[in-house]
């Protein structure tokens, strides 16, 4: 772990401020060099071809709140600007800390692999999606200018060269299913690794796009894993694994919404040139119940002016209970209920949740939407006061699409007594109220030993559900006409039973019967039902419940 750096700013700062004292505001952000390249002349010559033509950093707000759509924005988001990824924030790392190239975001971004960057955490290589990256004189130009002390403007005579973008993209001629298929290697093992390929998926051109994909999967028993690992075609970001509450019969692969992510439980990150893979430490096991629908999520970006047909495929490393004795569940730190006012900024909320058992975290991430400022998780140990920061992240659509998976190998260990904080900001920018489920705040984490599905939501002072208490429904309970109030203990109970397909039980142990999400009257849910609205959602309850 390098020092931390960003104090360095401070001084930086007022020595730039002594250096440009006086210097009318409409004048340029920065020093000028006669003797090293200057931002202006990289910024024409390379980065604004090369990254807003990736469609990563163009427009008002790029990906990380970084945009090259014009020079001064663009040197003012970089020079002496914490990086937001959560790896090089918490290394220190300035995107571009003058006079220190070695230490600059930047150019790791530019001088790394995607396999050097994935060691540290820091994300892909750029530009994303490209077929060739910055070659080696183009990299020294950029040394040269952050050395330099990052002047706004300098000299021209530097050489803007490529290299070929090694990468671990799937090269594929063939656009239909059978033939895209064929491109990628076979399964060697397959009864250690489940594989799972979406459909062609048609990438539109000069579009930044994340797919949705309901496969025609159902898992037929209890699906234990402990790893995934995805590749793409040219263009992929990444790749994520969930499974539906609510199957669909809409098999197109199609662009994701808000609501509908409601509907989905996510299993895994499975990678891309952006993403990550899971891998559990040994003895570890994550699970998919029996009777879940696979869901595949798959981000790309078409740099082209011509569509491109894609496909992704997921290997699921398959464990058993022998080998992986320790089966997480998932635990949601949720706050649901809150209302961003409109042309609101800087927006911060808390929410507090009290943990009453010792578990163990393997995994966490965060997620918001595209309003997202400020995402952290702080624990705060029985008998002080003081909090101790887990995770943090700064950019919504980053942890909208592809937020940071903190992994532990050997646990960390929440305590009976112990604390949990979820802080989120927005910066609403709309003339109407942000609220769920168009905006969100969710710290998900994978626990052990795993007794069921936990949330603390915005009016639980303690995670709910798990594999406690009594439920309401009664084993010969079968349901109204809608298949509302069936006895169910997991998902597969559910099977068959109408449009009552989802098991409450494994969420909360005292709703045990089927019901369907997403109910907007009580007529929806048949006789002796009621629909129940909740800021996270609804569904159908029978009143035998209520």
Request: some cysteine.
């Amino acid at each position: 772990m390098r020092t931390n750096r960003i104090a360095a700013v401070g001084v930086a700062g007022l020595a730039w401020a002594l250096a440009s004292c006086g210097t009318p505001s409409e004048m340029d952000p920065g020093p000028t060099s006669s003797t090293a390249p200057g931002f202006v002349q990289l910024y024409e010559r390379y980065f604004q071809p090369s990254c807003t033509a990736s469609a990563c950093h163009d427009g008002e707000r790029g990906i990380a709140s970084l945009t090259f759509g014009d020079p001064r924005t663009a040197y003012t988001q970089l020079v002496n600007v914490a990086a937001i990824n959560g790896a090089a924030h918490d290394d220190g790392l300035l995107r571009v800390e003058p006079g220190d190239a070695a230490n600059s975001f930047l150019v790791w971004k530019l001088n790394h692999s995607n396999a050097e960057l994935a060691t540290e955490g820091y994300g892909a290589a750029m530009p994303l999606a490209g077929d060739t990256l910055a070659g080696p004189g183009l990299v020294e130009a950029v040394r040269a200018w952050i050395d330099a002390g990052a002047p706004y403007r300098g000299i021209d005579t530097f050489t803007v060269d490529t290299r070929p973008a090694a990468s671990g993209y799937v090269e594929c001629d063939a656009t239909d299913e059978a033939g895209m298929r064929a491109c990628f290697p076979p399964n060697e093992n397959p009864d250690l690794y489940v594989r799972y390929y979406t459909p062609p998926i048609t990438i539109p051109p000069g579009s930044d796009s994340i797919f949705c994909t309901y496969l025609d999967v159902t898992t037929e028993e209890t699906l234990y894993f402990r790893a995934t690992h995805g590749r793409q075609m040219r263009g992929g970001h990444h790749i994520a694994v969930f499974y539906a509450n609510m199957p669909s019969d809409n098999l197109e692969p199609h662009l994701c919404t808000n609501a509908e992510m409601t509907n989905y439980m996510f299993a895994a990150g499975a990678g891309g040139e952006g993403g990550q893979d899971t891998n559990m430490p040994p003895g570890v096991a994550l699970r998919i119940e029996a009777g879940r629908q696979i869901v595949i999520q798959s981000h790309y970006i078409n740099a082209t002016d011509q569509p491109r047909v894609v496909m992704d495929m997921v290997d699921i490393e398959r464990t058993t209970l022998e080998a992986s004795p320790t089966v997480v569940d998932s635990f949601a730190l949720i706050n649901s209920e809150f209302s961003v006012p409109p042309r609101m900024r800087d927006y911060v909320l808390e929410k507090e949740c009290r943990i009453e058992e010792d578990m163990d975290i393997y995994l966490m991430l965060g997620h918001t939407h595209n309003a997202g400022t400020l995402f952290e998780v702080e624990r705060i140990p029985s008998g002080t006061t003081e909090p101790e920061l887990l995770y943090h992240a700064t950019d919504g659509p980053l942890l909208r699409d592809n937020p940071q998976i903190l992994t532990w190998d050997t646990p960390l260990r929440f305590a009976a007594g112990d604390t949990l904080r979820l802080r989120c900001g927005w910066d609403n920018m709309s003339d109407e109220a942000l609220t769920w489920p168009s905006e969100m705040c969710v710290a998900l984490m994978y626990y052990g030993p795993g007794r069921g599905w936990l949330t603390c939501d915005s009016g639980d002072e303690t995670p709910q559900g798990g594999e406690t208490g009594m439920g309401c429904a009664m084993p010969t309970d079968t349901g109204n006409s809608m298949g509302v109030g069936k006895y169910c203990e997991r998902s597969v109970d559910c099977r068959g039973n109408g449009r009552s397909t989802f098991c409450l039980a494994p969420f909360d142990p005292s709703s045990n019967f089927c019901s369907f999400i997403g109910c907007t009257t009580d007529a929806e849910c048949g006789e002796n039902a009621t629909c129940v609205m909740q800021s996270a959602g609804s569904a159908c309850v029978p009143n035998t419940c209520l």
